[in-house]
């Protein structure tokens, strides 16, 4: 039996029963119950769910996301060998990866996870794609309306963000996902704000924080 842990950085969402389309990462595990797979959903008002299954024996498979807007190639492309190239934010170096970064998944940051008595790799311990045959489920739930550093991009005139997302770090080059997975995210209309209309991510300052 799979087991599951949810965290939801949004409150009063309902997320079961919800119709919507999963992206999944087209270069995902190779085969079925090895390396990873991660999904995302549009779950309404502004929102998208991540779903992270995790086969392996390591904690450090982590995806990250960004606006369409925030798209760079090179960032999104770059290697270990463009340590130090220059970016702007929600773009970042982080520790233990020689690489650009976008926007984690949530806060706590969604990442692979292992069952209770499973080893994990490191210390001696070999890395293994298929510890977890029934694979080990983490799901979390992104505002898109209230992300920072920056603040969200306005939405399309029809209400949606368009989203990327991708797992470029973990412990085998081949069970990562690097490959960027487009999502449109639906119900970020403007909302009446006085005598006119706010868009979403239009305004300056802190929209509260993932």
Not at 139 to 162: D, F, Y
């Amino acid at each position: 039996m799979r087991r599951s842990i949810i965290r939801s950085i949004v409150t009063g969402i309902a997320i079961a029963g919800v119709t919507a389309t999963a992206f999944t990462c087209g270069n995902s595990a190779s085969a079925a119950g090895r390396g990873i797979t991660l999904t995302a959903v549009d779950s309404a008002n502004c929102t998208a769910t991540f779903t992270l299954t995790n086969y392996t024996n390591s904690s450090y498979f982590q995806p990250d996301w960004w606006f369409e807007q925030e798209a760079n190639d090179t960032w999104i492309n770059a290697g270990a060998s463009d340590t130090g190239l220059p970016v702007t934010a929600p773009w970042r170096y982080t520790s233990g990866v020689p690489w650009p970064i976008a926007r984690w998944v949530g806060n706590p940051a969604l990442h692979s996870e292992l069952a209770a008595g499973v080893t994990h790799w490191g210390s001696g311990v070999p890395y293994n794609s298929a510890a977890q045959p029934d694979g080990f489920v983490s799901t979390t739930t992104v505002n898109l309306k209230t992300v920072e550093n920056p603040a969200p991009p306005a939405a399309s005139a029809s209400g949606t963000q368009t989203i990327y997302f991708r797992v470029k770090t973990g412990p085998q080059t081949a069970d990562r996902l690097p490959n960027p997975v487009k999502l449109v995210v639906t119900g970020c209309k403007s909302k009446p704000h006085g005598n006119g209309s706010l868009d979403w991510g239009s305004s300056s300052g802190s929209l509260g924080g993932m």
